[in-house]
């Protein structure tokens, strides 16, 4: 119920400050941003908007969070059908297709072009850029909040079975977990299977090894895209994890069961997890006292070339049917996210990566990376730059893919279930999920992607 | 003459009944009828546009093998969590009109978990319900692996069928305890006068006397576990594992909300509309029958 609640709040809160946007003389132009960020996230993100504020006189922004990103995606539709939508809107990498054919946006790129800012596209970090930029290239909304998965690693533990570097092949993570197991540890690796680990166990894994997770490039080439999934190396990854599951060797961690993957790793329950760089200061935040770990870049299965891993989080889009004012003042704002002073920040209070090559010279020039709790972020860096992106490493353009990452979730459950077989469960996860991806083609009939 | 006095008295009569009809028009018709339209078309959730495909949205649902589970699913739940809370209910009910020590304390106790908002009482039993962390740890300490409701389909459906129930036997509790109070005491006392136990009382005077109570709950513990079980799923499952929770008013709000599929989900929205009507048409015609109103 407490969507419909955020919802009408958010309706108030947007006619509320359309009502406030009249221009008096001498006035600051008003204009809404909505964030899907909540916790300690939003009050990072109400700083950066005070700190706009406070940087000039002409414009304000006013700030809201919706709660989620699913939320601020529903809600910001709901008000668009209304008429009353936020100039600002940040959405999640998956709903770039979704934003992309809607009709509802105005290209990053034109509106700074059309008020006199020069951004240098080239700037951005490839692997980032291109999982929001048109198949041509061209920038239709501004990078924000990014991240990538990386592997956490428990120090001691390794120590323990003789290890001081994190393993680097699939086959060493099975050996060591193996050895973990026989040195007394009781879980020595957490995983979840959820809709939401479609990310780390799905999404990263097909980039790293240059996998398709669907035809037609991962869906940039056209709408008619289907998932492939289940005849890649995924099928043997998962067959693996399913393996080590069987052998004790991982352990199911979520909330739903008491402790979710990160609060095992920083209690020391658990050994390896894999989870997002913004974990990074969470992990260091609630750890056990003087526990050791690192991070390290995802690993790969022997005699595979690594790619870039793919980018995580969300991009700032700006809406259509706003006035030119409160353009001029979007512009502002996205100019004033772009600085590489304000990449410092933003990486210094989340756990987010710099997305410019020029801020993330900035951090290293100001000694960001050299000391805890911040060091080892560079790894994430490390892990999205580890190659040129190909034309499958560049990002996933598909359709409802929330709804192909619930049914990932769903079938990966099944799988762990021993209800169905490996390729079972991803055959099915293929068939559901080219459903729904037919279902979004035909949704926008006559419609390409940009 | 008198046809004059009819008319009159019929523009009188809608006049007091046309503030009522507009509300029902515009906060259920109005609303229903739109979901009926866009349960025809396929609707681009940014308002794009749409296109008429007719019974289409139908069609794939009703072929979707996800679909058929999600309603026996469906049906499992209303099933097993109106016995139990119709149940429990009714025995505490029983046993707090016999004015047993304590009885008026149980009367305010009882009611409680009816007040107690679905997603804040879901919380509370996913920590009970933890299998590591909360009570049923101590059962999986005995029985390694017996409760698993993160993986085992079988033990989510009871967790939420335990939440479910428990917030209505507090419901059930308050118009149960009515019904047996309602009842004259002349006839419990009679009866009792002429040698007859506890149960045998409530089988043959309380019970045929409460039957319109019965019914009542019935109609509606399984009207409410079709649509009040959304935000105990939403908390304590996510429709999981494995679909295995996915209840139809959970499919529906994933589907529309999360998926976007406006369309899909207005088609399922009818169709759970469709089978509350059928059932309660089929609990009038049936089961009323065996009713007995004073």
């Known amino acids: 119920m407490s969507i419909f609640k955020q919802g009408l709040a958010a309706l108030a809160a947007g006619a509320f400050s359309i009502a406030l946007a009249q221009p008096a003389a001498a006035e600051p132009v008003k204009f809404d941003f909505w964030f899907g960020l909540s916790g300690d996230l939003a009050r990072v993100v109400d700083t950066l908007c005070k700190n706009f504020n406070a940087s000039q006189a002409d414009y304000e922004v006013v700030c809201t969070s919706q709660g989620n990103y699913d939320a601020t995606l529903q809600n910001t539709i709901a008000a668009f059908r209304a008429g009353k939508q936020p100039a600002v809107v940040q959405v999640y990498d998956v709903g770039t297709a979704t934003m992309m054919l809607s009709g509802a946006y105005k290209p990053a790129d034109k509106l700074m072009e059309e008020n006199g800012y020069k951004i240098d596209y080239a700037d951005y970090f490839p692997g980032i850029a291109r999982y929001y930029a048109t198949s041509k290239g061209e920038m239709l909304s501004f990078p924000f909040n990014s991240s990538t998965a990386l592997m956490y690693w428990n120090k001691d533990a390794f120590a323990k079975i003789g290890k001081t570097e994190a393993p680097k092949t699939w086959e060493d993570v099975g050996a060591d977990l193996q050895a973990m197991k026989d040195a007394g540890y009781e879980c020595p690796m957490a995983i979840n299977i959820s809709a939401n680990e479609s990310w780390q166990l799905m999404e990263q894994f097909s980039a790293i090894h240059n996998q398709p997770i669907a035809t037609k490039n991962n869906g940039y080439d056209g709408l008619d895209a289907r998932l492939e999934v289940n005849k890649t190396k995924f099928v043997q990854y998962v067959t693996d994890l399913k393996k080590w599951y069987d052998a004790g060797l991982i352990k199911i961690k979520s909330k739903d069961l008491g402790q979710d993957m990160v609060q095992a790793f920083a209690s020391g329950t658990c050994q390896v997890i894999m989870t997002s760089v913004g974990d990074h200061g969470t992990v260091g935040k609630t750890q056990k006292e003087g526990m050791n770990w690192d991070v390290a870049e995802l690993p790969v299965y022997a005699g595979t070339e690594r790619k870039n891993s793919l980018v995580g989080g969300a991009s700032l889009w700006v809406l259509s049917g706003k006035s030119d004012a409160e353009y001029k003042g979007a512009a502002a704002f996205l100019n004033f996210i772009h600085d590489p002073k304000t990449a410092l920040f933003w990486s210094t209070n989340t756990g987010y990566i710099p997305v410019t090559k020029s801020g993330f010279e900035y951090m290293k020039g100001q000694g960001f990376y050299d000391k805890a709790p911040y060091k080892g972020r560079e790894t994430a860096i490390a892990s999205l730059t580890a190659s040129e992106p190909t034309e499958i490493t560049r990002g996933i353009r598909l359709g409802n893919f929330t709804q192909i990452r619930a049914e990932f979730g769903t079938q990966m459950q099944a799988i762990f279930a021993n209800k169905v077989s490996v390729q079972e469960g991803l055959d099915t996860l293929v068939k559901n999920g080219d459903a729904i991806l037919d279902r979004f083609q035909q949704t926008y009939p006559g419609k390409t992607l940009p | 003459m008198e046809k004059r006095v009819t008319f009159s008295r019929w523009t009188i009569g809608i006049l007091f009944a046309v503030p009522q009809l507009l509300l029902i028009f515009t906060f259920f018709y109005w609303p229903a009828g739109q979901a009926v339209y866009w349960s025809l078309t396929l609707q681009q959730p940014w308002g794009g546009g749409n296109i008429w495909v007719g019974l289409d949205n139908f069609r794939s649902i009703l072929s979707n093998a996800d679909y058929w589970n999600s309603i026996s699913a469906s049906l499992i739940f209303a099933g097993i969590s109106t016995g139990l809370a119709m149940f429990i209910a009714l025995v ?203």
């Open chain 2, 92 to 294: 505490l009910a029983a046993l707090t009109d016999r004015q047993l020590a304590g009885s008026r304390l149980y009367r305010v106790v009882l009611i409680w978990p009816y007040g107690i908002a679905a997603p804040a009482l879901a919380m509370a039993f996913r920590f009970i319900l933890a299998p590591e962390a909360g009570f049923m740890a101590v059962v999986n300490q005995v029985w390694p692996g017996f409760w698993d409701p993160g993986l085992d389909g079988t033990d989510a459906m009871a967790s939420i069928i335990v939440a479910f129930s428990w917030k209505y036997v507090g419901y059930n509790f308050i118009f149960f305890l009515a019904a047996f109070q309602a009842i004259p005491r002349s006839l419990i006392e009679a009866a009792a006068m002429d040698g007859s136990g506890v149960i045998r009382r409530f089988w043959d005077i309380q019970f045929p006397l409460i039957t319109p109570t019965i019914f009542f709950l019935l109609v509606i513990n399984i009207t409410e576990s079709f649509q009040d079980s959304f935000g105990i799923v939403d908390i304590m499952t996510s429709g999981g594992p494995a679909n295995a929770t996915n209840l139809m008013v959970y499919k529906i709000y994933s589907d529309g909300f999360k998926g976007l599929d406006y369309s899909g989900a207005a088609a399922q929205s009818i169709i759970l509309m469709l089978l509350i009507v059928v059932l309660t048409i089929f609990q009038f015609r049936f089961i009323e029958r065996r009713v007995h109103y004073r």
